[in-house]
């Protein structure tokens, strides 16, 4: 009647268990032993998700691309005469410039700033908490809902901005914010780099936050400055969290839709218009589909030159 | 430590700091007095002399009760919140499943699936809408809370996996072993043993997908139409302007409105929530 432990393991367990189990159950358990299917059990989900609405979406997407479609109309195969259509239209050619300007300097600014107040916010002070909590507001509220409190700020006539540089004496007439391509152009820029900075900032205090003060006490005891200390021993090793950062926010700025939708429109006269605001404005507003779908496929080079960078990065990381 | 100047700690901190500080909350403080400023002091000329733009004496609620009253913001707000919920939910369990078999499972073809996962994280929603629009249709979905609902997991659950995945890597082993010895199944271990553990890290995913839904704009715009179905973001911008005439008291307070639950969930867990956000992009 003894029973062998050894090697009979799965029947133990059974008998180990306080309820019987019914042989179904029993069955599904056996069969989530296997690791193989387990993981497919447990992928199941995600890749049926990521696949219908991403991957499918994509397929999809450059098939209208590459054909005639507009609401209401089953298209043709075109070829490439979308993105050729895209590629000679001024307007387009203005986006696509307006595009590379707008995430290299929103970028530039982002990148600056947030590591100034990182470094600020890295010292210790009283209130450190609130200030660091508060600082991160603009990246939490709807951007599309604080985008409008800019675009009050920012307004013809009734603009704040105008009037505290006025009544200071920095300007006798008003700024045209947004009325005025150029100044439209860096009004957006200015807004995302508000809305992004607090981004920067703690993801770069997080990592500041790991360097060893021995470091810098070390590098001060040898006669380095503020300066030398943050060259040489901050930025080092700071890096490679800034790279993942900026590849990010890359990715976000270049693909941004929201904040210019709300605060220029594209305007004045398109002259603020990225990839996809445009794309919407010739895919959704006009309904030509096929041409909004080559407008922003115009996107996945650099996109995928980023994400390139980014996985080859991380490869290293993990073979270092 | 360095030893500094007072002089030197006011013009590299102090001061520097206190810029950044109103730099960063003016716009919030801007929504706030335009919401409670009635309308004859808020379209009054820039110049006048009796002009005091940074306060006001005669605080009105006019501007929230036209908010309730005219428009369809609460359906808005419910709207946002109930698909916010939704979606957070679906990519947590997808995230959970997904970010365990990626850090524990032995499987072929798991390094290219975590990579590929990985790139999806990466997929902006603009470069996809149009298309989606069309799928959606196809689907019978435009215009039901469920087009949003099951598009918004796409930017969550590449986040929320690669979050966990690291998450599950720090949790030693020996933990699951042991429970399995003691009769657990694989799965058992895992749901009783690792999950529980995990809960902090299930949290700053949680929270920070809420907030990204909250925030979730293009998609909402496409796919929605009709008025009392839209989220706040998307029925702030095309519902509460007519034509060119924008009715600024109205659209702060209900961005003042919409922006309070995300902020308040936030608050309540700013930890948790920048955990999430540092994780999110070291993995």
């Given at each position: 009647m003894k029973k062998p432990i050894a090697g009979g393991t799965n029947g133990a367990v059974v008998v180990a268990l306080p309820h019987p189990r019914t042989g179904q159950t029993r069955r599904l358990t056996r069969f989530l032993e296997n690791e193989r299917l387990l993981a497919g059990v447990l992928l199941a989900p995600t890749v049926l998700l990521l696949g219908t609405f991403i991957a499918y979406p994509f397929v999809s997407g450059v098939w209208l691309a590459l054909s005639d479609t507009s609401v209401g109309n089953v298209g043709h195969f075109v070829g490439l005469r979308n993105f050729a259509k895209a590629w000679d239209d001024s307007i387009f050619q203005q986006a696509f410039r307006n595009t590379f300007f707008y995430t290299f300097w929103a970028t530039i600014f982002k990148l600056a700033l947030g590591m100034w107040l990182a470094l600020l916010l890295n010292r210790s002070f009283r209130g450190k908490r609130l200030v660091r909590a508060s600082m991160l507001l603009p990246f939490i509220i709807p951007t599309v809902l604080s985008t409008f409190a800019w675009r009050w700020m920012f307004d013809?006539?009734?603009s704040v901005l105008n009037w505290l540089l006025f009544k200071t004496g920095f300007i006798v007439t008003k700024i045209p914010f947004l009325s005025d391509g150029v100044y439209g152009m860096w009004c957006a820029i200015a807004v995302n780099t508000w809305r992004g900075m607090p981004f920067f900032a703690i993801t770069l205090l997080a990592g500041l936050q790991t360097i060893n003060p021995d470091l810098h006490e070390a590098a001060s005891l040898d006669g380095a400055n503020g300066w030398q200390r943050f060259w040489h021993v901050t930025w080092p090793l700071l890096k490679p969290v800034t790279l993942v950062v900026v590849v990010f926010s890359i990715i976000q700025t270049f693909s941004d839709f929201q904040l210019i939708y709300v605060l220029t429109?594209?305007?004045?006269?398109?002259?603020?218009?990225l990839l996809a605001t445009y794309a919407y404005q010739i895919g959704?507003?006009?309904?030509l589909l096929g041409e909004g779908a080559a407008i922003s496929l115009f996107m996945l080079p650099v996109l995928f030159i980023v994400v390139w960078v980014q996985l080859r990065y991380l490869r290293r990381l993990e073979g270092a | 430590m360095v030893i500094e100047r007072p002089w030197k700690r006011w013009v590299y901190f102090y001061i520097p700091l206190t810029v950044f500080v109103i730099g960063t909350l003016f716009p919030f403080y801007w929504m706030l007095i335009t919401a409670i400023r009635p309308d004859a002091e808020l379209y009054r000329s820039w110049r006048a002399v009796n002009n005091a733009p940074f306060w006001t004496l005669n605080p009105t609620l006019e501007h929230f009760r036209d908010l309730f009253e005219k428009t369809t913001f609460p359906h808005w707000l419910w709207n946002t919140f109930f698909i916010a919920v939704i979606s957070t939910g679906i990519s947590l369990f997808c995230g959970l499943l997904a970010g365990y078999a990626l850090a524990r499972l032995k499987f072929p073809m798991a390094g290219a699936l975590g990579t590929s996962i990985f790139v999806t994280y990466l997929v902006p929603p603009t470069l996809l809408f149009i298309p989606l629009a069309d799928i959606i249709r196809n689907f019978q979905?435009?215009?039901?809370?469920w087009a949003l609902i099951l598009t918004y997991?796409?930017?969550l659950i590449p986040f929320s996996t690669w979050l966990l995945m690291g998450y599950f890597k720090t949790i030693p082993k020996e933990l699951e072993e042991c429970a399995r010895i003691d009769g657990a199944t694989r799965f058992g271990a895992m749901v009783r043993i690792i999950f529980p553990i995990a809960v902090p890290g299930i949290l700053s995913a949680g929270i920070f997908a809420f907030t990204l839904s909250w925030n979730e704009f293009i998609y909402a715009l496409v796919f929605l139409s009709s008025p009392e179905r839209k989220t706040v973001p998307v029925g702030v911008v095309s519902e509460m302007i007519r034509g060119d005439i924008y009715f600024w008291g109205q659209l702060m307070a209900g961005a003042l409105l919409g922006s309070i639950p995300v902020a308040l969930v936030y608050s309540f867990f700013v930890e948790y929530y920048v955990t999430g956000l540092t994780g999110s992009v070291k993995g």
């Amino acid at each position: 009647m003894k029973k062998p432990i050894a090697g009979g393991t799965n029947g133990a367990v059974v008998v180990a268990l306080p309820h019987p189990r019914t042989g179904q159950t029993r069955r599904l358990t056996r069969f989530l032993e296997n690791e193989r299917l387990l993981a497919g059990v447990l992928l199941a989900p995600t890749v049926l998700l990521l696949g219908t609405f991403i991957a499918y979406p994509f397929v999809s997407g450059v098939w209208l691309a590459l054909s005639d479609t507009s609401v209401g109309n089953v298209g043709h195969f075109v070829g490439l005469r979308n993105f050729a259509k895209a590629w000679d239209d001024s307007i387009f050619q203005q986006a696509f410039r307006n595009t590379f300007f707008y995430t290299f300097w929103a970028t530039i600014f982002k990148l600056a700033l947030g590591m100034w107040l990182a470094l600020l916010l890295n010292r210790s002070f009283r209130g450190k908490r609130l200030v660091r909590a508060s600082m991160l507001l603009p990246f939490i509220i709807p951007t599309v809902l604080s985008t409008f409190a800019w675009r009050w700020m920012f307004d013809p006539t009734f603009s704040v901005l105008n009037w505290l540089l006025f009544k200071t004496g920095f300007i006798v007439t008003k700024i045209p914010f947004l009325s005025d391509g150029v100044y439209g152009m860096w009004c957006a820029i200015a807004v995302n780099t508000w809305r992004g900075m607090p981004f920067f900032a703690i993801t770069l205090l997080a990592g500041l936050q790991t360097i060893n003060p021995d470091l810098h006490e070390a590098a001060s005891l040898d006669g380095a400055n503020g300066w030398q200390r943050f060259w040489h021993v901050t930025w080092p090793l700071l890096k490679p969290v800034t790279l993942v950062v900026v590849v990010f926010s890359i990715i976000q700025t270049f693909s941004d839709f929201q904040l210019i939708y709300v605060l220029t429109g594209g305007g004045p006269a398109n002259a603020t218009h990225l990839l996809a605001t445009y794309a919407y404005q010739i895919g959704v507003a006009t309904g030509l589909l096929g041409e909004g779908a080559a407008i922003s496929l115009f996107m996945l080079p650099v996109l995928f030159i980023v994400v390139w960078v980014q996985l080859r990065y991380l490869r290293r990381l993990e073979g270092a | 430590m360095v030893i500094e100047r007072p002089w030197k700690r006011w013009v590299y901190f102090y001061i520097p700091l206190t810029v950044f500080v109103i730099g960063t909350l003016f716009p919030f403080y801007w929504m706030l007095i335009t919401a409670i400023r009635p309308d004859a002091e808020l379209y009054r000329s820039w110049r006048a002399v009796n002009n005091a733009p940074f306060w006001t004496l005669n605080p009105t609620l006019e501007h929230f009760r036209d908010l309730f009253e005219k428009t369809t913001f609460p359906h808005w707000l419910w709207n946002t919140f109930f698909i916010a919920v939704i979606s957070t939910g679906i990519s947590l369990f997808c995230g959970l499943l997904a970010g365990y078999a990626l850090a524990r499972l032995k499987f072929p073809m798991a390094g290219a699936l975590g990579t590929s996962i990985f790139v999806t994280y990466l997929v902006p929603p603009t470069l996809l809408f149009i298309p989606l629009a069309d799928i959606i249709r196809n689907f019978q979905l435009g215009n039901t809370p469920w087009a949003l609902i099951l598009t918004y997991p796409t930017f969550l659950i590449p986040f929320s996996t690669w979050l966990l995945m690291g998450y599950f890597k720090t949790i030693p082993k020996e933990l699951e072993e042991c429970a399995r010895i003691d009769g657990a199944t694989r799965f058992g271990a895992m749901v009783r043993i690792i999950f529980p553990i995990a809960v902090p890290g299930i949290l700053s995913a949680g929270i920070f997908a809420f907030t990204l839904s909250w925030n979730e704009f293009i998609y909402a715009l496409v796919f929605l139409s009709s008025p009392e179905r839209k989220t706040v973001p998307v029925g702030v911008v095309s519902e509460m302007i007519r034509g060119d005439i924008y009715f600024w008291g109205q659209l702060m307070a209900g961005a003042l409105l919409g922006s309070i639950p995300v902020a308040l969930v936030y608050s309540f867990f700013v930890e948790y929530y920048v955990t999430g956000l540092t994780g999110s992009v070291k993995g």
